[in-house]
């Protein structure tokens, strides 16, 4: 089970003259002693009832009930409450074929109501409990105490903790695991979410191998978009996008050295009159899910057989905001680039997206972008380029009623032309 966001330890504050709210994240190796004690006191437990496991005890591990509570929530990521099999306890107990004709727990219960019914109109006293349930247990060869275990094997406090991995976590998948479920529980509660990406970025991060000064490069930011119209299609969600100047980033910012282009996306979903604002917040975080990649398996091959990487999206996000809702109130919710490389680089992947989650250098919309591209690469190796560099799907270009993405840009110093 994961989390709602009212259940994250979490801080209010005001920030120019809004409400903030910031969510307790846990930072690489923090914790780290208290989680294991709190995977130890799982393993301990293994095999037995869920009425022995103590939320008291649990909290004195951790110290802090809502961390506890999402932490414990976090580990049945690896660790189930199981009902044990009727006919598993039967045989345990060496019952009768009558016995172990019943199917459960309920049908063992309404044969006790009916017994009762018929010995004691319905009532039975607590003096005459004990002897009621043995006259009622002899038949089926079991004694009061069994019978008595038989008729709540079905509730959940005699469901028996099992792991289903092979070995226990690591206190820091924990740990990693938790940042991603509270990620995601303050995206499922936002009406909006903001990234301003650095569009230069992708250039810096996704160059290839430099020949003689020449360099081919892989996709731009323009796949990002490309990928988000597809996914906002499916999901139902907007977005909105505009270009904005870095002069508001540091001197020393590697933007200011590039283009100083900034692109900011919007992804939000729509408003109703009767809806609450929030009621996208699942498909905002799905969609952001999706963009940041945080859900590829490193080194996991698509259906072609090429490998997936994770997107350079995340490293190219300067600023991520969102605006999220609980308690009837709105409040602000800032994601510095530091808090994003605290999600988690390796998670399993739903198969249902594999198509969409592959990587998008690796796929071209046309045997001819293929073959410019695998000829730019050829002449780069024999160093015939003269200092041009090629990068696929770079920044989109805004129109009045549209976005134009190139298929490529040629860059050389100062010069770019989009093709």
């Not at 409450?81 to 009558?98: I, N, P, T, Y």
């Not at 008595?148 to 959940?156: G, K, P, R």
């Amino acid at each position: 089970m994961r989390f709602s966001l009212q259940d994250v330890k979490k801080s209010i504050h005001r920030r120019g003259g809004e409400l903030a709210v910031s969510l307790s994240f846990l930072r690489l190796g923090e914790l780290h002693s208290e989680i294991a004690r709190l995977i130890a006191y799982h393993e301990q437990l293994l095999g037995q009832p869920q009425h022995q496991f103590s939320h008291d005890e649990v909290q004195t591990c951790i110290g802090e009930y809502r961390l506890a509570h999402c932490l414990i929530a976090t580990l049945s990521n690896w660790y189930t409450w199981q009902q044990r099999s009727w006919s598993e306890v039967v045989l345990e107990m060496k019952g009768s074929a009558e016995l172990l004709a019943f199917s459960s727990s309920v049908q063992l219960r309404l044969a006790l109501y009916s017994y009762v019914n018929a010995r004691y109109q319905g009532f039975l006293s607590t003096q005459d409990r004990q002897e009621a349930l043995q006259a009622f247990a002899e038949p089926y060869q079991l004694d009061a105490s069994d019978l008595e275990y038989l008729l709540v094997l079905d509730s959940d406090s005699e469901a028996l903790l099992t792991r289903e991995a092979s070995q226990p976590p690591d206190p820091q998948e924990v740990a990693t695991l938790y940042n991603q479920w509270v990620f995601e529980a303050a995206l499922s509660s936002a009406s909006s979410v903001c990234f301003v990406i650095d569009c230069a970025a992708f250039a810096r991060m996704s160059s290839g191998d430099i020949q003689g000064g020449a360099t081919v490069m892989d996709s731009g930011v323009g796949a990002v978009i490309k990928r988000l119209c597809y996914l906002s299609r499916f999901l139902g969600v907007y977005y909105d996008l505009a270009y904005e100047s870095a002069a508001s980033l540091p001197a020393e910012h590697p933007a200011n050295d590039d283009n100083g282009l900034l692109l900011s996306l919007t992804l939000y979903g729509p408003q109703e009159v009767t809806g609450v604002p929030q009621q996208y917040g699942m498909r905002l975080a799905r969609l952001c899910r999706a963009l940041l990649g945080y859900g590829l398996a490193k080194g996991a091959k698509t259906e072609s057989g090429h490998t997936k990487r994770r997107p350079t999206l995340p490293r190219a996000i300067i600023s991520t905001e969102a605006t999220v809702h609980f308690l009837q109130r709105a409040y602000h919710f800032v994601m510095n680039p530091e808090l994003l490389q605290l999600l988690p680089s390796v998670v399993e992947t739903d198969q249902r997206n594999s198509s969409a989650q592959a990587d998008p250098s690796q796929l071209f919309d046309s045997s001819i972008e293929q073959s410019f591209s695998e000829a730019f690469g050829a002449l780069a190796t024999g160093l015939g380029v003269d200092g041009w560099r090629l990068e696929r799907e770079p920044e989109p270009l805004l129109l009045d009623h549209g976005i134009f993405i190139p298929d490529f840009a040629l860059t050389r110093d100062r010069q770019r032309i989009y093709v």
